[in-house]
């Protein structure tokens, strides 16, 4: 290709050369025949206008000088022209004997084909590569689905255990509290067991009491009751967050009692103050929770099937009985007291007592639900502690802000035989 381009290359200069030096003709002859044609036309002219002589001239010899060099420089030019068509010939002849400007095109095409071989393999090995990775993706959205299914039945269990731990929680708080409680009455009778373990110990060293006559029975018997108001008292105190030694109280009552105390007024005053500002801070702390306690408790109970609101008081009917119960009628019942955690204040039918009253002389908290009742029916009364203790509760038994559980059932009803039947009273009057 490059010895080709370098033989036009070489046959276009040549031309140019030749060309260069001459004008071109209107109908593309070589410029010189141009010019040999001019001047034989200027001679024929300048012919015409002088007439011929009789004898040649000067300038007619002149003339055939120029005429005979004129020719010489033809026949040069004519040998030129000849051999730059030789020339030409031969460039011509290099030219045909060159292979085709296609021929590169085998080991283009060859390399080409080496290209394509390697692209048609490489697209082999993408659509085998793509076959596999749809493969693989179907794998993973059948495990995908498989974990789906392993995933809501992982939820499904998850949801059984936590209702299953829901459970064991609420029963582990009601432990909780047993135990809470358990551990306050074991406190309070080893508290008790210590000062009777002391007042043994302080019988022990005094001498042997008389007690024949009745003034020393007496006496003994105020100072019991003393101290059965003092264990009351340390017991109600601890109740409420503040535990004292009984050790160092019996000593206070001795040292009081023989008239020689160990601090004087104005330390013991302000002992009492610290004291009484203490359980006014553990009380009120105390009322707060177990009022919080109560009203969860309040609402979840409102919340159940067939509970009643009336006047502030929760009932619900447990068993409705059998037989009306009249306004005048005498009502029996057995009553339970319980605090919302279960610990039981009283049980009349464990201790094998009854109450017995007309059912218009209960007292509200009582009344209204047992109108609900018919004879033998059973109600559960859940009381708010505004309706039942208030905020000072029973020390050692129900604390301050406590709501209070009834459970009640009615034993037997009779008729009122000592009050006549009376009217029924307008609603508007009631």
Request: no cysteine.
């Amino acid at each position: 290709m490059i010895i080709r381009l370098n033989i036009l290359t070489l046959a276009f200069i040549l031309l140019a050369s030749f060309f260069i030096g001459h004008a071109q003709a209107d109908d593309g002859a070589p410029a010189f025949l141009n010019y040999v044609q001019q001047q034989e036309k200027k001679e024929n002219k300048e012919n015409k206008e002088i007439p011929p002589a009789p004898e040649v001239s000067k300038p007619a010899r002149a003339r055939e000088n120029n005429t005979a060099a004129l020719q010489k420089k033809l026949a040069a030019q004519k040998s030129l022209i000849a051999d730059k068509d030789k020339t030409i010939r031969q460039l011509q002849a290099q030219l045909k004997s060159q292979p085709p400007a296609t021929a590169p095109a085998s080991v283009d095409n060859s390399a080409l084909n080496n290209t394509i071989a390697q692209l048609q393999g490489r697209i082999t090995t993408l659509d085998t590569e793509n076959k596999r990775l749809v493969q693989q993706a179907r794998t993973v959205q059948q495990e995908k689905a498989n974990g789906a299914d392993n995933l809501k039945r992982s939820a499904d269990a998850l949801q059984t255990q936590t209702v299953k731990l829901n459970a064991l929680e609420r029963d582990k708080q009601a432990l909780s509290d047993k135990l809470a409680a358990a551990m306050a009455e074991k406190q309070k009778l080893s508290a008790e067991l210590a000062a009777v373990k002391t007042t043994t110990a302080t019988t022990a060293k005094s001498p042997a009491l008389n007690l024949s006559s009745a003034s020393q029975q007496q006496a003994y018997s105020v100072g019991v009751s003393i101290g059965q108001d003092a264990l009351k008292t340390l017991s109600s105190q601890a109740a409420k967050g503040l535990n004292l030694q009984q050790e160092t109280v019996i000593k206070g009552v001795n040292d009081a009692f023989a008239g020689k105390p160990a601090l004087d007024e104005q330390a013991r005053n302000k002992a009492l103050f610290d004291v009484s500002q203490r359980l006014y801070k553990n009380i009120d702390k105390l009322e707060q929770q177990t009022r919080r306690e109560g009203k969860t408790y309040q609402q979840k109970f409102a919340a159940q099937k067939g509970v009643a609101l009336k006047e502030g008081i929760y009932s619900r009917i447990d068993y409705p009985g059998k037989g009306k119960v009249g306004e005048n009628d005498i009502v029996t019942v057995v009553i339970k007291e319980s605090l919302i955690d279960g610990t039981v204040i009283n049980d009349m039918e464990a201790e094998d007592k009854v109450w017995s009253q007309a059912l218009s002389q209960y007292p509200p908290t009582f009344r209204e639900p047992l109108k609900r009742l018919n004879n033998h029916g059973t109600i559960t009364i859940v009381v708010p502690p505004e309706r039942a203790y208030g905020s000072k509760g029973i020390p050692g038994k129900i604390p301050p802000g406590a709501t209070m559980v009834y459970t009640v059932r009615i034993v037997d009803v009779r008729l009122n035989s000592d009050q006549q039947p009376k009217a029924p009273v307008p609603k508007a009057s009631r």
